[in-house]
């Protein structure tokens, strides 16, 4: 199951066009992708506080869920994530693909 990340605009869109709202994309791994994006809003310089505020509970949501995820995995209650190792490095975010 891709990641978002690694398809190209042609490919993204040729899944769009066969799957529709049902695209095979990995949940856990696209909750990853949001919650690295959101850590980089806020770590930056780019947006206002304001923005930063509104965006602190999505982050406290998106964490949540992976938390979450990963708790049930350890508990043997299954995952939702479909992809493969997930080492995580010092602030508990997978490494991202370069």
């Known amino acids: 199951m891709p990641r978002v990340d690694d398809l190209s605009d042609a490919e993204f869109m040729k899944l769009q066009a066969e799957y529709g709202d049902n695209l095979p994309?990995?949940?856990?791994c696209t909750l990853e992708d949001v919650r690295h994006t959101l850590l980089e809003l806020l770590a930056g310089d780019a947006v206002s506080d304001e923005v930063k505020s509104a965006l602190a509970?999505?982050?406290?949501?998106?964490?949540?869920?992976?938390?979450?995820?990963?708790?049930?995995?350890?508990?043997g209650g299954g995952s939702a994530h479909l992809g493969g190792d997930e080492d995580s490095d010092d602030d508990g975010?997978?490494?991202r693909p370069q």
């Open 25 to 28: 994309l990995c949940p856990i």
């Open 57 to 75: 509970p999505v982050l406290y949501a998106v964490t949540g869920a992976l938390v979450t995820d990963r708790a049930m995995a350890e508990q």
């Open 93 to 95: 975010v997978p490494p």
